[in-house]
């Protein structure tokens, strides 16, 4: 039975339709990535797992039972927010321990003066404070522990956020973009923390995100949406080689495939209306198809020896590899009026190619290697 | 130029801000037989400071401010209560009646005290509660707590809600979201909310004047604004008791002044 | 700001257990008396006996309308108000802008300014009242030092009021400055130096950038002072007791007199009703001009 089922669910903020017929299975104990750009609804997806959002229709299901009216607390998540909803004023240790304080809370010591002192007394019981500092030394939060959070880096705060989370031991973990606040080199490592977490803990993770890096390399599975649809459910290996459609594959990849109008002719391939090109094999059976092609899957040749004639637009050197963009050479010469360059065709070179801005060269490619879409609807075409 | 001009007209508001306090302390200063007889001095004259503390025993003074702090602090305690409750309410739910809510709020800042003066009179004697300072609190917290729940609400709308979700889902029921984590962040508007109620129990006088008939239970509003219209007034010992009076006032009120007034706009903007 | 909760069950009502409490309080302790006040303007209650009274329909409001001393009193509450909120505001506005650059010893000076606001009504009453006593108020002893004679600041039928007014606008003045003061130092400098950079002189920003600034504040203050300026007491009945001769009875000054000294609860009521009446009228307008400039706004 899969932990957690989507059936048919949609959300409406008044008029406004965010999720459309949501349909998935979320299995036990993999790492699922909500992947999409910003307003996708992958957030509000997050939000209603939680029980944080309701659910305008359809149902949501906890190992098989309907859980649309369920409270937080007895849906047994947890929950990491994109900016860690610390507590202000307490300290690491208190934010540790709060949910175990809360857990413990009979009703009657939420009553204004006996709170205080219910919460003291608690602190130092000895099961509550022994799992709170055996969570702070697992995550290296202990000599941190009498700080308050506003004292901490954005990785420490990142650690107490997870560190609260992980403490009830919770069977599911929802994490809403918990990298995005962090810089580049910290972002690259918390990665690779959190992956090993889920390792050593075996539970099922939600995790939401916009950057499809953080997807690719740490996702059993990524789901990916674009306003409140989804795009395509599938293993990170598949989704960038299988593409389902041309959304995906722009959206994976850096930089993102190269996506050219092309039109089917008796004698061969018409690329952007205007470069023939002599291609024979595994043509899409229609007159216009979008040809889809990796940066990393084209050739870089000198003039002449390519199909496609090109001239380099833009040359970005990362050390290891270049990218570089090309202008397809058509015989109209209206490439210099903008000020900016877009439309570019990017190839992906390793090392570092000497070439100029404005030299000419030419790209190639094999047949296998292209992805072909519908113009109209972007579906992958087989 | 223009410097001079400028500091000449700061100087003169700096007067006429100041001379009445100047002269109440004058005034306290001065002989009774300056005061009525010979002409009163202009310069403040502190040796007639050890008279001055003798004349005050004169006056009642430490009864009417000992009423004086039970009734502000007893309305500052239930405005703040009840106004966080309301204040919480407003600032994180929808719920029918939530503009009726905040209209009839608003709409307490708007009534003149004097209106509701003789229901209230009427609605205290039928329950006792003419003669006690119990009853005054409750009639001055009607317009001490819109003000309160709009300052709090100013503030608890500051608090990320996010803090209050990571809450809810650790298990924590509202009400100790409220305890336990919003009051927590917004103790300085607490405070402001704290003095604006406190004051406004500590100035009032028509209420007090109405419904307190026994002298004992007299605050120092009512005890000082008995002694106006008399002939024979001891001027010097009630301008000390006046001043007396208004220092915790003048203090709490410097310390303050910004998130007072950013309360008060907000709640009247927001209608 | 709130998402959209789960509502369901007993969580629905949560809301209402917070609001509740405050609510039934106010509606006890403000709302029910003034709902009474109003159905006692329609009765003939006398205050020897508070809760019992005839209902004699509009009875009060036609004496009252009839009465030249009602119009009295709503011309005075009028006059009060406009010029209290004219040289209140003023006053305010000119406190600000003479304080809004730093300078030596400003917050020793932004103190003093407060003072109008921050001492007690009972204690400004006191000693405004000594200020403007006929033989020994310091007022009558400089116009004597200058040769124009003594005034009855608070006898006389044309100062009377004016007196009020002055010690109304030592007490608000404080307030507005405190509000436009909080706008100007809003004004982000950015915009300021911007406008300089573009070739703007000093009364120029003045008037395009700062100006628009304060408008706000200027107008939400002059309605908080007009409102108060109906609702004032304390000062007013301190001083004058309403007199000399109405001259100085607002409608609330009328409220009392005419339930305590009168002893006629139900036409207090009736004055009490007019004053509600107006206090919500300004309001009105008020709150109808902000959102029609909150729609220009985002046009």
Known sequence: ?382 | MLKVLRYLLIGLLVVLAGFPVYWMATTALSLNSELYGTGQVIWPQLQNLPELWRELGQVPIGLWLFNTLLIAAGGTVLSLTLGSLAGYALSRFRFHGKGLVGFLLFMTQVVPEALILVPLYAMFITFGLLNSLIGLVLANVGFSLPVACFVLKGAMDAVPYEIEESAIIDNCPRFSVLTMIILPLIMPSIAAAAVVAFFAGWNEFLFASTFLMDRGNWPASVGLASFVGQYETPMSAVMGAALVFSLPAVVFFLLIQRKIVAGLTAGAVKG | MTGSKIRNGMTRLVPYAFILPPMIYLMVFMFWPLARQMYMSLTNTKIINPNRGRFIGLGNYERLFDDPAFYLSLKVTLLYAVLAVIFGVALGVISALAIDRPFKGRSIVRAILLFGWAVPNVAASLIWLWMYNDRSGIFNRITEFAGIGRFGWLTSIDLALASIVAVTVWQVAPFVMLVVLAALQSVPHEVREAARIDGADGLSTFRAVTLPHIRPAVQLASLLVCVWSIRRFDIIYLLTGGGPVGTTSTLVVKIRQTAFEGHELGMASAYGAVGLVLALAIAAVHYLAEQRRMKWMSR
């Open chain 1, 1 to 382: 039975m899969p932990a957690l089922t989507f059936k048919n669910v949609s959300k409406n903020f008044g008029d406004h339709s965010v999720i459309k017929a949501f349909n998935a299975d979320i299995h036990d104990g993999e790492f699922l990535v909500l992947l999409g750009p910003s307003g996708c609804g992958k957030s509000t997806l997050l939000r209603m797992i939680a029980g944080l959002s309701d659910i305008t229709s359809g149902d949501l299901r906890f190992d098989g039972q309907i859980a649309n009216d369920w409270e937080p607390k007895r849906r047994g998540v947890a929950f990491v927010f994109q900016t860690y909803a610390l507590y202000p004023h307490m300290t690491v240790r208190e934010n540790i321990a709060f949910p175990l304080i809360m857990d413990a809370f009979r009703k009657w010591y939420h009553l204004p003066v006996v709170n205080i002192i219910a919460r003291h007394r608690l602190m130092r019981r000895s099961d509550i404070a022994e799992r709170t500092l055996k969570m702070a030394r697992q995550l290296e939060l202990e000599p941190l522990l009498d700080r308050r959070p506003a004292s901490l880096s954005g990785g420490q705060r990142q650690r107490v956020a997870l560190a609260r989370a992980l403490v009830r031991d919770p069977s599911l973990y929802l994490l809403d973009e918990p990298l995005s606040n962090l810089d580049a080199k910290l972002r690259t490592q918390m990665r690779s923390e959190i992956s090993a977490l889920h390792n050593k803990v075996g539970k099922t993770f939600v995790y939401v995100t916009h950057d499809q890096v953080e997807a690719m390399t740490m996702a059993s599975r990524i789901i990916i949406m674009d306003k409140g649809v989804v795009q395509q459910v599938d293993t990170p290996d598949n989704v960038y080689d299988n593409p389902a459609n041309t959304f995906v594959a722009k959206f994976i990849g850096s930089p993102p495939m190269n996506l050219i109008p092309a039109s089917v002719r008796p004698s061969g391939l018409m690329l952007s209306g205007e470069i023939a090109v002599e291609h024979r094999e595994a043509l899409p059976s229609r007159r216009e198809a979008m040809f889809g092609i990796r940066p990393e899957k084209l050739e870089l040749k000198p003039v002449g020896e390519g199909r496609l004639p090109a001239r380099v637009a833009v040359i970005e050197r990362l050390g290891a590899e270049t990218v570089i963009g090309c202008r397809f050479i058509t015989g109209k010469d209206d490439a210099g009026e903008l000020l900016i360059e877009q439309d570019l065709v990017f190839v992906r070179v390793s090392g570092n190619p000497k070439m100029q801005i404005g030299e000419a060269c030419s790209l190639d490619y094999r047949s296998e290697d292209v992805l072909w879409f519908d113009v109209d609807t972007g579906q992958r075409l087989s």
